[in-house]
């Protein structure tokens, strides 16, 4: 097991919130209706949760000193934070997906779907516009023969 | 006897059963290597066409894709590092590294030949063996099932990721999961927050795809505009040299594959990850180091998987009780065709049990050949552009979660699992330890629940079954050594011993 693994910015943060959302499900375990004896519907969900929760107080043990140790003001490391885990790139992809799977229903799967895969080749920049264009209809024309045909899938 | 070889050389005889299994292993070659599309679901839409037919075809079409499709999980696992299938997760830790380092072709050559000579012994302790093994593994307990399943994750949580408390952190959150919704036993309502929708819990197949396919997606936009490694696939046979240097792997790794295959429950998914953490403690020279392209990294779980393909209808055959989902859905078939797997199935219909051998072991004739074709095709995946390709990834992992329940909000789910993967990709978190919890869990908690009733809710006297039962015994101090092994207690210890032995 390694130990010397570097800070990243953000990862304390990170940190505490899976401790507050273990101990979250641990009080949403101990909820559960008829907690009579230790096979009744609760009493794994306890285990599991509580393994959880110490885990991530490990984790914040181990790590203690990197935590400590690192100098950023809040903001300066909410923005290395944003560099590191949620770049441009990964946020407006994240959006055209979003967009994607709210509009997919109305629009139906050809033309959702469609207008995904040129607007995805486009935004990476994974072929010229022109191609692109005829890529995704080659792409769509194949998901939808292997989905509706082969595997007898009902598309939306 | 006689009739014994009649029974088993009953596909190799008929045209008509040679052609089934033949697509039925190509089918499910790409259907294991397609992100999203798993093997329990087309042998599931499978049994949906095929019960009209006789009991033959369809089980030669269905033993051809589950034999395909376990190994089929390696080629998105090497080129992608999206396992197709989870008893391919194990694949990936070295197998996506090769690719990396542009050795997919070789990969793929010797995940096949791995996944042959598994598979093939498999079958021969499918054929041998088959009572031996299932009186075995009818000793197991309850809380045997909980260590087992309890050592699968521990096991993965160890080996992927940077600190074990992540590990156990990400297992612990999979089994979470898993428990999200319906209480199976009474009933009640778990995690669900008053929402209806939610009674039902969160299909694994879109808690897989989220986690694994858009997960990895995400991951590889940050690197868009890396070119992407050519992959060599000129040479895809693996030399001589190479497998004779793994033999004694590879007949282990068998071994493991086909002893957790046989126990009711456990699959090809256990068997791969316990034969990978088994060729990293006992290779003490490996081609490289492990995680980053060993070829006994890949040998391993690939042999396991297949060889636990002949394990896992050990159990479903002679006991009725199936060794994997895919078994599970087998079963169903077979009822519906008026056979009742158990016991007496071996007695009443011998030609069913020989038939099957003969079926998976023309099965794996076909897999060595079309596993052997077609790399080229495959290979070139990973040189499209990304851009390219990382769309259509996510349409495929979109089309493939909404397959599920024909439900958009599996699709969401996916979507969530994806974002959640990704972010904990960043920080050190692996996804294998996530995605073992939220298929072991069930049979976590079943194992767990059943131990309890059995001694009464008396927790002193659940604690005693650990050490009472010689089986249960040796499992529990499996448990504890492993736990151990990765305290700097452990370590500490070991270098004092070293140094007194010096």
Redesign the interface.
């Known amino acids: 097991?390694?130990t010397d693994?570097p800070y990243?910015p953000?990862?304390r943060f990170?940190t505490w919130f899976?401790l507050a959302l273990s101990l979250f499900?641990l009080y949403?375990s101990f909820r559960?209706?008829?907690l009579t004896?230790?096979?009744?519907?609760?009493?794994?969900?306890i285990?599991?949760?509580s393994?959880?929760a110490l885990?991530?107080v490990?984790?914040l043990w181990?790590n203690r000193r990197s935590f400590s140790s690192c100098r950023l003001g809040l903001k300066e490391e909410l923005a290395q934070t944003r560099n590191?885990?949620l770049?441009n790139?990964?946020v407006i992809?994240?959006l055209i997906?979003?967009a994607?799977?709210a509009v997919?229903?109305p629009l139906g799967f050809f033309i959702s779907?469609y207008v995904?895969?040129a607007g995805?080749?486009l935004?990476?920049?994974?072929?010229s516009p022109v191609r692109a264009l005829l890529?995704a209809a080659a792409?769509l024309g194949g998901?939808y023969v292997l989905?509706q045909y082969i595997?007898?899938?009902?598309?939306? | 006897m006689e009739s014994a070889l009649g029974y088993f050389l009953m596909s190799w005889t008929s045209p008509q059963l040679i052609l089934l299994t033949a697509a039925g292993t190509l089918a499910g070659i790409y259907?294991g290597a397609i992100p999203g599309?798993s093997v329990t679901m087309?042998v599931s839409?499978l049994i949906?066409?095929t019960f009209s037919w006789d009991v033959n075809p369809g089980l030669a079409l269905m033993y051809g894709i589950y034999m395909g499709g376990v190994y089929g999980g390696s080629r998105s696992a090497i080129l992608l590092n999206i396992p197709g299938a989870p008893a391919a997760v194990a694949s990936g830790f070295d197998g996506y590294p090769l690719a990396k380092l542009g050795e997919a072709g070789k990969a793929i050559g010797l995940a096949t030949t791995a996944s042959v000579i598994g598979g093939f012994m498999g079958i021969i302790a499918l054929a041998l063996a088959a009572p031996v093994i299932a009186e075995f593994s009818l000793k197991f307990a309850p809380r045997d099932y909980l260590l087992l399943a309890v050592m699968g994750i521990m096991l993965v949580g160890?080996l992927s990721g940077?600190?074990?408390?992540?590990g156990?952190?990400a297992g612990?959150?999979g089994?979470?999961i898993s428990?999200i919704g319906m209480?199976s036993?009474?009933g009640?309502g778990?995690?669900t927050f008053g929402s209806l929708a939610l009674m039902s819990g969160i299909h694994y197949v879109a808690v897989m795809i989220g986690i694994f396919g858009?997960s990895e997606a995400?991951v590889q936009?940050?690197n868009?505009g890396i070119k992407q490694v050519k992959q060599d696939v000129a040479k895809i046979l693996p030399s001589w040299g190479l497998l004779w240097k793994n033999a004694a792997l590879i007949v282990k790794s068998a071994l493991i594959g086909i002893g957790i295959g046989a126990l009711p429950g456990a699959g090809g998914d256990i068997a791969a990850l316990l034969s990978y953490g088994h060729a990293r403690r006992s290779v003490r020279k490996p081609s490289r180091p492990f995680g980053e392209g060993a070829y006994e990294g890949l040998v391993a779980p690939e042999t396991a998987n297949n060889a636990a393909i002949g394990g896992a209808i050990i159990p479903m055959l002679t006991l009725g009780i199936p060794g994997d989902a895919v078994t599970a859905v087998v079963i169903g078939a077979l009822f519906i065709h008026g056979l009742k797997p158990g016991p007496m199935l071996m007695i009443e219909t011998p030609h069913l049990f020989w038939f099957t051998v003969g079926c998976l072991t023309l099965s794996n004739i076909f897999l060595l050949i079309f596993g052997l074709t077609g790399v080229r095709i495959f290979a070139k995946l990973v040189e499209v552009?990304?851009?390219?390709?990382?769309?259509?990834v996510?349409?495929?992992s979109?089309?493939g979660t909404?397959?599920i329940n024909?439900s958009?909000s599996d699709?969401?789910w996916m979507?969530g699992f994806g974002?959640l993967g990704?972010?904990l990709k960043?920080?050190?978190y692996q996804a294998g330890p996530v995605i073992l919890g939220v298929i072991l869990g069930p049979l976590?908690?079943e194992g767990?629940?059943r131990a309890?009733?059995d001694v009464r809710?008396?927790?002193p006297g659940?604690f005693w079954q650990l050490v009472a039962n010689p089986l249960t015994l040796v499992l529990t101090l499996a448990l504890v050594f492993m736990v151990l092994g990765?305290t700097r207690f452990w370590a500490n210890l070991r270098g004092r011993i070293r140094r007194k032995g010096c």
């Open positions: 097991m390694s693994i990243r953000g990862e990170l899976l499900f949403e559960i209706p008829n004896s230790y096979s009744s519907a609760g009493a794994f969900p285990f599991v949760s393994v959880l885990s991530a490990r984790i181990r590191l885990a770049p790139v990964v992809y994240l997906l979003a994607y799977i997919a229903g779907t995904f895969l995805s080749v935004f990476l920049k994974g072929a890529l792409i998901v989905f595997f007898k899938v009902i598309l939306w | 259907v599309l087309a839409i949906s066409f160890s940077e600190s074990l408390a992540k156990i952190f612990g959150l089994v979470l428990m209480d036993f009474t009640q778990r995690f858009v995400l936009l940050r868009i552009p990304k851009g390219l390709l990382l769309p259509i996510i349409v495929i979109i089309v909404y397959a024909n958009v699709v969401y979507l974002i990704y972010i960043i920080y050190g976590m908690e767990y629940r309890m009733q809710n008396s927790l659940f990765q």
